[in-house]
């Protein structure tokens, strides 16, 4: 199993792992406090618990899952997604406490891992609110880039940003990752149909 407590996350080092052997298992990150793990069904209702909560929708371009089935189903569709190396999706849980409390999603930005050397890989990630300015999320992403940076070697990680989020642009920018324009009404929300503009924030990595 891939596992990053056994990196030296300051050496500049990469590790050679296939793409088939980096998803032959879900690749589990432990940091200090969190643990970023493979989610399952019983954290359906926790999922869509969090969601449900407006504070957490307000700068995305959805409502969240609507019922905790729902989230059963996304998961499960995530799940999957990983299975065809598409996405990588972790739960976030404190490491002492298996309960799911927020999600960090990160997938080439086209197509699928196996393309990795020609698409640049998009991050995605909520947390609960009750849980926010705790730099948790700062040290989820610490981890996340870490990992990618040593097992799959990007050139570039990328996110795409509502310009009034300033929670998500100031965690992006304390990570290195600068925001590069903006794409005028770029996504169109789910649900409301209103249009959105997007920052684009970026981190190069050689
Ligand atoms: C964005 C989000 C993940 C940040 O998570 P978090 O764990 O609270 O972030 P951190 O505690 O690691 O904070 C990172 C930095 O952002 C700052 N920050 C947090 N909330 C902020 C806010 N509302 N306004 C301005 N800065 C804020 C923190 O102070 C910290 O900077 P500092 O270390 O200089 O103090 C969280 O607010 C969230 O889940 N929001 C809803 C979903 C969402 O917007 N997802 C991102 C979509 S692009």
């Known amino acids: 199993m891939i596992d990053v407590r056994i990196l030296n996350m300051n050496e500049e080092r990469v590790v050679d792992v296939s793409i088939e052997a980096l998803f032959s298992t879900f690749p589990k990150i432990e940091t200090e406090r969190l643990m970023l793990r493979q989610m399952e069904a019983m954290d359906a209702m926790d999922l ?5 909560n407006k504070k957490v929708t307000k ?4 409502h969240g899952p609507a019922s905790a089935a729902d989230s059963g189903t996304l998961i499960e569709s995530w799940n999957q997604a990983f299975r065809e190396r598409r996405l990588i999706p972790w739960g976030i849980s404190l490491r ?7 999600t960090v999603i990160l997938m080439p930005t086209r197509g699928a891992f196996d393309d990795e050397h020609r698409f640049p890989l998009t991050l995605g990630y909520d947390l609960r609110p009750d849980q926010w300015n705790k730099g948790i999320m700062t040290e989820a992403l610490r981890g996340v880039i870490d990992f990618t940076k040593h097992y799959i070697h990007p050139n570039r990680i990328q996110a795409e940003v509502v310009p009034d989020n300033q929670a998500s642009i100031k965690l992006l920018s304390k990570l290195g990752f600068q925001q590069e324009g903006l794409l005028r009404q770029y996504l169109m929300h789910e ?3 209103k249009l959105l503009d997007v920052a684009i ?5 050689n």
Do not use: I, N, R, S
Request: no cysteine; glycine share 4%.
């Open 191 to 193: 649900v409301t149909h």
């Open 96 to 102: 002492e406490q298996p309960q799911l409390m927020g």
């Open 201 to 205: 924030m970026a981190l190069l990595m």
């Open 48 to 52: 869509h618990a969090f969601y449900a």
């Open 59 to 62: 700068h995305l371009d959805w």
